[in-house]
Nanobody, 123 residues
Framework: QVQLVESGGGLVQAGGSLRLSCAAS????????MGWFRQAPGKEREFVAAISWSGSRTYYADSVKGRFTISRDNAKNTVYLQMNSLKPEDTAVYYC????????????????WGQGTQVTVSS
């Protein structure tokens, strides 16, 4: 089992920045592929970013490319999502997820999920 706890969400003005953190426990973090997803009210959960177990490969949704950066610190069992130039359409609950084999942009392929953290961007 893997436990994931997100933090760092909040209210920010458009153009501002936030950094989300996701702390993992329960299994060897360095063997897990990690992803960030988000879900806005009335919408399906969507892929934001993913990172391979080593951190050598990263993937982004087109909507966040160039503004968001995913990274990880295996010594701290933590994955991060640095969000810059935030827009009102980035408002959502952001979820951290983990899977054992390979990076993916499909939510159904992730085995473990955090409880989510709210990000609200005001215009």
């Amino acid at each position: 089992q893997v436990q994931l706890v997100e933090s760092g969400g909040g209210l920010v003005q458009a153009g501002g920045s936030l950094r989300l953190s996701c702390a993992a426990s329960g299994r060897t973090f360095s063997r897990l592929h990690m992803g960030w997803f988000r879900q806005a009210p009335g919408k399906e959960r969507e892929f934001v970013a993913a990172i391979s177990w080593s951190g050598s490969r990263t993937y982004y949704a087109d909507s966040v490319k160039g503004r968001f950066t995913i990274s990880r610190d295996n010594a701290k069992n933590t994955v991060y999502l640095q969000m810059n130039s935030l827009k009102p359409e980035d408002t959502a609950v952001y979820y951290c997820a983990a899977r054992s084999s390979g990076s993916s942009w499909l939510p159904d392929e992730y085995e473990y999920w955090g409880q989510g953290t709210q990000v609200t961007v005001s215009s």
